[in-house]
């Protein structure tokens, strides 16, 4: 299971490359949360983001 979650990090953090170049998307909720705060023991990755419209 250990492996799994490695391999759904991995492909989750790939992915926010790819989000990173858009700037009208902010990633939010517990992933990020995992990813770049604090090292919380979670069953799931997944990618939240919210859409930042220009002002």
Do not use: H
């Not at 391999?7 to 998307?25: A, I």
Request: proline residues 4%; negative net charge.
């Amino acid at each position: 299971m250990v492996k799994v979650y490695q391999q759904q990090v991995k492909l989750v953090v790939q992915l926010l490359g790819l989000v990173d170049t858009e700037t009208c998307f902010a990633l939010k909720g517990g992933t990020a949360i995992n990813l770049f705060v604090e090292d919380l023991p979670r069953l799931s990755v997944d990618i939240d983001l919210v859409y930042l419209p220009d002002s």
